[in-house]
């Protein structure tokens, strides 16, 4: 059974970074097609935010992200990496890692691909 902690989160003023972790134990990130990481706010939604494809290599990014946020994954650790820049107050979430045995190009962002899913780290932007 694989287990899935994230790390990082915290306080932050608007445009400052933060780089959250993803750590798994029971086994490795190889062993699955996809990586993400999603959010959740207070009464929203789980969204799907960033996407790793094993298959092809790719990073997929939802648009209120791109360009400012980036997923990496460091094989020698075992782990996975949320780079956030330019934070702004409605980046304020809990952030979730989650790993899929499968991908799909059409709803990466689905909740409903995941068969993994860490405890969640809060992360506060302050205006």
């Known amino acids: 059974q694989v287990q899935l902690v994230e790390s990082g989160g915290g306080l932050v003023q608007t445009g400052e970074s933060l780089r959250l972790s993803c750590a798994a134990s029971?086994?490795?990130?190889?062993?699955?097609?996809?990586i993400a990481w999603f959010r959740q706010a207070p009464g929203m939604e789980r969204e799907g935010i960033a996407c790793?494809?094993?298959?092809?290599?790719?990073?997929y990014y939802a648009e209120s992200v791109k360009g400012r946020f980036t997923i990496t994954r460091d094989k020698v650790t075992n782990m996975v990496y949320l780079q956030m820049n330019s934070l702004k107050p409605e980046d304020t979430a809990v952030y979730y890692c989650?790993?899929?045995?499968?991908?799909?190009?059409?709803?990466?962002?689905?909740?409903?691909?995941?068969?993994?899913w860490g405890q969640g780290t809060q992360v506060t932007v302050s205006s």
């Open positions: 029971g086994g490795t990130f190889d062993r699955f097609y996809t």
């Open positions: 989650a790993t899929a045995w499968n991908f799909r190009a059409y709803d990466w962002w689905s909740a409903s691909l995941y068969d993994y």
């Open positions: 790793f494809s094993a298959g092809d290599g790719r990073t």
